[in-house]
T-cell receptor, first 112, second 111 residues
Protein backbone atom coordinates (compact mmCIF):
# COMPACT_ATOMS: atom_id res chain seq x y z
CA UNK A 1 0.00 0.00 0.00
CA UNK A 2 1.03 3.59 -0.49
CA UNK A 3 2.23 5.79 2.32
CA UNK A 4 3.40 9.37 2.49
CA UNK A 5 5.85 10.72 5.04
CA UNK A 6 6.58 14.27 6.08
CA UNK A 7 9.10 15.55 8.55
CA UNK A 8 9.54 17.17 10.86
CA UNK A 9 6.10 17.20 12.44
CA UNK A 10 6.66 20.58 14.07
CA UNK A 11 9.29 23.23 13.59
CA UNK A 12 10.05 26.56 15.25
CA UNK A 13 12.41 28.77 13.28
CA UNK A 14 13.62 32.35 13.65
CA UNK A 15 12.91 34.94 10.99
CA UNK A 16 15.61 34.94 8.34
CA UNK A 17 16.65 31.34 8.87
CA UNK A 18 16.58 28.74 6.08
CA UNK A 19 13.95 26.02 5.74
CA UNK A 20 13.90 22.52 4.34
CA UNK A 21 10.84 20.30 4.60
CA UNK A 22 10.91 16.84 3.11
CA UNK A 23 8.16 14.62 1.78
CA UNK A 24 8.54 11.06 0.53
CA UNK A 25 6.03 8.67 -0.95
CA UNK A 26 6.23 4.89 -0.86
CA UNK A 27 4.38 2.26 -2.83
CA UNK A 28 3.76 4.12 -6.08
CA UNK A 29 5.74 5.25 -9.10
CA UNK A 30 5.76 8.58 -10.92
CA UNK A 31 3.19 10.26 -8.68
CA UNK A 32 2.07 13.85 -9.01
CA UNK A 33 3.31 15.64 -5.92
CA UNK A 34 1.93 18.76 -4.27
CA UNK A 35 2.88 21.22 -1.54
CA UNK A 36 0.08 23.10 0.22
CA UNK A 37 0.06 25.64 3.03
CA UNK A 38 -2.78 26.18 5.44
CA UNK A 39 -2.80 29.31 7.57
CA UNK A 40 -4.65 29.15 10.88
CA UNK A 41 -8.40 28.97 10.30
CA UNK A 42 -8.04 29.05 6.53
CA UNK A 43 -8.40 26.69 3.61
CA UNK A 44 -5.50 25.05 1.82
CA UNK A 45 -3.42 27.03 -0.66
CA UNK A 46 -1.54 25.17 -3.38
CA UNK A 47 2.10 26.27 -3.45
CA UNK A 48 3.81 23.90 -5.89
CA UNK A 49 3.11 20.77 -7.86
CA UNK A 50 5.31 18.38 -9.77
CA UNK A 51 4.52 15.82 -12.46
CA UNK A 52 8.03 14.35 -12.61
CA UNK A 53 11.65 14.59 -11.50
CA UNK A 54 12.94 18.13 -11.86
CA UNK A 55 9.54 19.43 -13.04
CA UNK A 56 8.13 22.05 -10.68
CA UNK A 57 5.21 24.42 -11.20
CA UNK A 58 4.71 27.33 -8.85
CA UNK A 59 1.24 28.59 -8.11
CA UNK A 60 1.96 31.54 -5.85
CA UNK A 61 4.89 33.98 -5.97
CA UNK A 62 6.74 33.83 -2.67
CA UNK A 63 10.08 33.27 -1.06
CA UNK A 64 9.62 29.51 -1.07
CA UNK A 65 10.94 27.03 -3.62
CA UNK A 66 10.44 23.35 -4.29
CA UNK A 67 12.57 20.61 -5.76
CA UNK A 68 12.05 17.01 -6.78
CA UNK A 69 15.43 15.31 -6.86
CA UNK A 70 13.96 11.80 -6.97
CA UNK A 71 10.73 10.31 -8.25
CA UNK A 72 9.13 10.00 -4.82
CA UNK A 73 10.84 12.86 -2.98
CA UNK A 74 9.57 16.42 -2.81
CA UNK A 75 11.36 19.16 -0.89
CA UNK A 76 10.11 22.59 0.14
CA UNK A 77 12.78 25.18 0.88
CA UNK A 78 13.38 28.75 1.76
CA UNK A 79 16.61 30.72 2.04
CA UNK A 80 15.17 33.24 4.51
CA UNK A 81 11.93 32.67 6.39
CA UNK A 82 9.38 35.43 6.95
CA UNK A 83 6.85 35.67 9.76
CA UNK A 84 4.13 35.15 7.17
CA UNK A 85 5.58 31.73 6.31
CA UNK A 86 4.12 30.30 9.52
CA UNK A 87 1.46 27.70 8.87
CA UNK A 88 0.63 24.05 8.38
CA UNK A 89 2.48 22.61 5.39
CA UNK A 90 0.99 19.61 3.69
CA UNK A 91 2.43 17.34 1.05
CA UNK A 92 0.10 15.30 -1.14
CA UNK A 93 0.34 12.86 -4.01
CA UNK A 94 -1.92 11.56 -6.74
CA UNK A 95 -1.54 9.12 -9.58
CA UNK A 96 -3.30 11.22 -12.18
CA UNK A 97 -4.52 14.80 -12.22
CA UNK A 98 -8.14 13.83 -11.76
CA UNK A 99 -7.56 11.25 -9.14
CA UNK A 100 -7.80 11.55 -5.40
CA UNK A 101 -5.06 13.44 -3.62
CA UNK A 102 -3.60 11.70 -0.58
CA UNK A 103 -2.17 13.92 2.09
CA UNK A 104 0.68 13.48 4.50
CA UNK A 105 0.49 14.26 8.23
CA UNK A 106 1.78 17.79 7.72
CA UNK A 107 4.46 19.98 9.27
CA UNK A 108 3.44 22.78 11.58
CA UNK A 109 5.89 25.67 11.12
CA UNK A 110 6.12 28.61 13.48
CA UNK A 111 8.38 31.46 12.47
CA UNK A 112 9.29 33.79 15.33
CA UNK B 1 -12.16 28.88 -11.36
CA UNK B 2 -15.57 27.80 -10.21
CA UNK B 3 -16.08 28.32 -6.50
CA UNK B 4 -18.16 26.63 -3.83
CA UNK B 5 -20.18 27.97 -0.92
CA UNK B 6 -20.69 26.03 2.30
CA UNK B 7 -22.11 26.89 5.74
CA UNK B 8 -19.39 27.76 8.23
CA UNK B 9 -20.54 25.24 10.79
CA UNK B 10 -23.11 22.55 11.49
CA UNK B 11 -24.01 20.43 14.44
CA UNK B 12 -25.32 16.90 14.66
CA UNK B 13 -26.07 14.26 17.24
CA UNK B 14 -24.33 10.93 17.31
CA UNK B 15 -26.08 8.13 15.39
CA UNK B 16 -28.16 10.62 13.37
CA UNK B 17 -27.78 11.37 9.66
CA UNK B 18 -26.00 14.54 8.59
CA UNK B 19 -26.59 16.44 5.36
CA UNK B 20 -23.78 18.84 4.45
CA UNK B 21 -24.79 21.22 1.64
CA UNK B 22 -22.59 22.83 -1.00
CA UNK B 23 -23.55 25.41 -3.61
CA UNK B 24 -21.58 25.64 -6.85
CA UNK B 25 -23.75 27.73 -9.14
CA UNK B 26 -20.91 28.50 -11.57
CA UNK B 27 -19.94 24.86 -12.09
CA UNK B 28 -18.98 23.92 -15.64
CA UNK B 29 -19.89 20.74 -17.44
CA UNK B 30 -16.45 19.22 -16.91
CA UNK B 31 -16.06 19.98 -13.19
CA UNK B 32 -16.05 17.03 -10.86
CA UNK B 33 -17.36 17.57 -7.33
CA UNK B 34 -14.96 16.31 -4.67
CA UNK B 35 -15.39 16.17 -0.91
CA UNK B 36 -12.54 15.98 1.56
CA UNK B 37 -12.54 16.20 5.32
CA UNK B 38 -9.87 17.34 7.73
CA UNK B 39 -9.70 16.15 11.30
CA UNK B 40 -7.98 18.46 13.80
CA UNK B 41 -4.21 18.72 13.26
CA UNK B 42 -4.26 16.24 10.39
CA UNK B 43 -4.02 16.41 6.62
CA UNK B 44 -7.23 16.29 4.58
CA UNK B 45 -8.75 12.93 3.76
CA UNK B 46 -10.66 12.10 0.58
CA UNK B 47 -14.32 11.30 1.16
CA UNK B 48 -16.12 10.99 -2.16
CA UNK B 49 -16.48 12.52 -5.62
CA UNK B 50 -18.95 12.58 -8.49
CA UNK B 51 -19.83 14.23 -11.77
CA UNK B 52 -23.57 13.90 -12.42
CA UNK B 53 -24.96 10.81 -10.76
CA UNK B 54 -25.34 10.22 -7.04
CA UNK B 55 -22.47 8.23 -5.55
CA UNK B 56 -22.13 5.95 -2.55
CA UNK B 57 -19.09 4.55 -0.79
CA UNK B 58 -18.28 3.16 2.62
CA UNK B 59 -17.80 6.62 4.10
CA UNK B 60 -20.68 8.64 2.71
CA UNK B 61 -23.14 9.35 -0.08
CA UNK B 62 -23.05 12.25 -2.51
CA UNK B 63 -26.31 13.60 -3.85
CA UNK B 64 -25.91 15.90 -6.86
CA UNK B 65 -28.72 18.18 -7.98
CA UNK B 66 -30.05 17.68 -11.48
CA UNK B 67 -28.73 21.08 -12.61
CA UNK B 68 -25.43 20.34 -10.80
CA UNK B 69 -25.49 23.73 -9.10
CA UNK B 70 -25.54 22.15 -5.67
CA UNK B 71 -24.66 18.92 -3.94
CA UNK B 72 -25.08 17.33 -0.52
CA UNK B 73 -22.72 15.08 1.35
CA UNK B 74 -24.64 12.60 3.47
CA UNK B 75 -23.20 10.87 6.49
CA UNK B 76 -25.76 8.21 7.28
CA UNK B 77 -24.96 7.79 10.96
CA UNK B 78 -22.69 10.38 12.48
CA UNK B 79 -20.09 9.25 14.97
CA UNK B 80 -17.85 11.32 17.20
CA UNK B 81 -14.98 10.55 14.82
CA UNK B 82 -16.82 12.34 12.03
CA UNK B 83 -16.24 15.69 13.73
CA UNK B 84 -14.08 17.52 11.18
CA UNK B 85 -14.02 20.30 8.62
CA UNK B 86 -15.65 19.14 5.39
CA UNK B 87 -14.53 20.71 2.12
CA UNK B 88 -16.49 20.70 -1.12
CA UNK B 89 -14.15 21.23 -4.08
CA UNK B 90 -14.55 21.41 -7.83
CA UNK B 91 -11.93 19.83 -10.08
CA UNK B 92 -11.76 20.67 -13.74
CA UNK B 93 -11.61 17.60 -15.94
CA UNK B 94 -9.32 19.59 -18.19
CA UNK B 95 -5.83 20.56 -17.20
CA UNK B 96 -6.36 22.10 -13.82
CA UNK B 97 -4.36 20.77 -10.92
CA UNK B 98 -5.25 23.72 -8.75
CA UNK B 99 -7.92 22.93 -6.21
CA UNK B 100 -9.73 25.92 -4.77
CA UNK B 101 -10.10 25.16 -1.08
CA UNK B 102 -12.63 27.28 0.75
CA UNK B 103 -13.12 27.38 4.51
CA UNK B 104 -15.36 24.30 4.51
CA UNK B 105 -18.01 23.35 7.05
CA UNK B 106 -16.93 22.59 10.58
CA UNK B 107 -19.08 19.69 11.77
CA UNK B 108 -19.58 19.14 15.49
CA UNK B 109 -21.04 15.82 16.64
CA UNK B 110 -22.71 15.71 20.02
CA UNK B 111 -22.69 12.48 22.07
Amino acid sequence: SQTIHQWPATLVQPVGSPLSLECTVEGTSNPNLYWYRQAAGRGLQLLFYSVGIGQISSEVPQNLSASRPQDRQFILSSKKLLLSDSGFYLCAWSVLDLETQYFGPGTRLLVL
Amino acid sequence: DAKTTQPNSMESNEEEPVHLPCNHSTISGTDYIHWYRQLPSQGPEYVIHGLTSNVNNRMASLAIAEDRKSSTLILHRATLRDAAVYYCILRDAGNNRKLIWGLGTSLAVNP
